[in-house]
Each structure stands twice: as C-alpha cells, then as structure tokens.
C-alpha cells in the first residue's frame, strides 16, 4: 500500500473539515428552527418587536442560569 504524501493528508483533513462546518452550520439551523417554534406559543404581542429581539439578545449573552435568575427574581405583572 503506498503511503500517503503529506500534501494528499492535507487535502483529505481540508475537505473533512469543510463537510463539518458545514454539518455544524445544518445542524446549528435546524436548532434555531426548532426554538423558532416555540414562539407563535407565546404572548409576545406586549413587546415591540426591538423590544423583544433586545430581550432575547440580552438573555442569550447573560446565559441561561444568569437570565433565568433575573427574571425570576422580579415581581410578575398582573395578568
């Protein structure tokens, strides 16, 4: 069997590289869609809609436990 050059290596590691990102960004999509889903289940029609991207950013860069502790720490509004 001959052994394979460094360059052919390179190539083969190169090209199963791309495949990755490229199933990480598939698979980063189909996530994003599923969390999608859940929001026609929500009554977000008291935000704007900058209102709520801000809230949604914000909670993403506080983290979940951060995010989930803030809000749970506040009063609820009366429904």
Known sequence: MPKIT???RLADL?????KII????ETRKAV?????????EL???????REFRELI???IKAG???????????PHRPS
């Open 6 to 8: 460094e360059r052919d």
């Open 14 to 18: 190169e090209q199963r590289q791309r």
């Open 22 to 25: 490229q199933e990480i960004e």
């Open 32 to 40: 994003r869609g599923k969390y999608a889903a859940i929001v026609p």
């Open 43 to 49: 009554e977000v029609e008291a935000f704007t809609e």
């Open 57 to 59: 950013s914000l909670a």
């Open 64 to 74: 979940p436990a951060a995010a989930l502790g803030a809000l749970k720490a506040r």
